[in-house]
């Protein structure tokens, strides 16, 4: 974590955020992808990059986000709305072998019925049980339905290069992380926009020049992931939370995945 970088003025931080873009556009054209939850950051990371494109003439990269099967209804429908009024090109993936059973939350999956290559992702996290309750903000859950969905997205469509939307102040785990952090399986890079971004520049940003957000930030969640895995902390809107307390920033999310972050990041998580 440089933290000269992230004392910049918010307009310098800007400004690097479209190089970091900028560079990856130029590098990989057509292979580099942006993902996308619906979330602050995310969204914050779309519009530099449609910024960056309407400055320049550059072409807005693909979007690819997930659908990890527990999703807030708030957050589908910003997604379609904000797709539309922006022209997005948006992809989703999911594991559809678990998601076509329909399953509710706690819904026992019986691994054996699953394919060999939903299997070994199971292992992969040293899981070594018959089966497991269905939740995607569990550790195992994330890996299945998260990680796997999204590692067979970018192999199948060639994605050489996928901007995610961390940030070095978000989780002690990402503080190390670097402007572009290649990976293995499958082979690509990891390019990260707003690392050098503190939450309150995101909302500094969004609020200032009017981005839209998902308007569950306005009833008090700072951190938005499964619906049955988030709960809020505060009625107070997001932006008018202590956003120097980096610890509740995630603190209504899943904590089991929140204590597992380093080894779900090692297995390939954002």
């Not at 494109?53 to 904000?82: A, N, S």
């Not at 290069?161 to 785990?173: G, K, S, V, Y």
């Amino acid at each position: 974590m440089d933290h000269a970088l992230l004392d910049l003025p918010l307009d310098d931080k800007i400004a690097l955020s479209k190089r970091v873009l900028a560079g990856a556009m130029d590098r990989f054209g057509h292979t580099f992808w942006i993902a996308w939850t619906g979330a602050k950051d995310s969204t914050l990371t779309l519009w530099l990059a449609r910024e960056l494109c309407r400055e320049t003439g550059r072409t807005m990269p693909r979007v690819l986000t997930i659908d990890e099967g527990d999703p807030f209804p708030e957050i589908l429908d910003f997604q379609k709305r904000l797709t539309a009024d922006w022209g997005l090109d948006v992809h989703l993936a999911a594991n559809h072998e678990i998601l076509d059973r329909k399953p509710a939350i706690g819904d026992y999956i019986d691994l054996s019925g699953l394919s060999q290559a939903v299997r070994d992702e199971a292992a992969r996290t040293g899981f070594t049980g018959p089966g497991f309750p269905f939740d995607p903000e569990s550790p195992l859950g994330n890996q299945l339905m998260k990680v796997l969905p999204m590692n067979t997205f970018l192999r199948e469509n060639g994605v050489a290069a996928l901007a995610t939307a961390i940030r070095w102040d978000e989780h002690p785990a990402r503080e190390g992380e670097l402007y572009e952090s290649p990976r293995e399986e499958p082979p690509h890079l990891r390019v990260h926009p707003i690392l050098h971004m503190r939450e309150a520049d995101v909302w500094a940003i969004t609020r200032g020049r009017g981005l839209p957000h998902c308007s569950l930030y306005a009833k008090g969640y700072r951190s938005l992931g499964t619906l049955s895995g988030t709960v809020r902390k505060s009625d107070l809107p997001a932006w008018e939370q202590d956003l120097d307390d980096r610890s509740g920033e995630r603190a209504g999310r899943d904590q089991d995945k929140e204590d597992a972050m380093e080894q779900l990041r090692a297995l390939g998580y954002m």
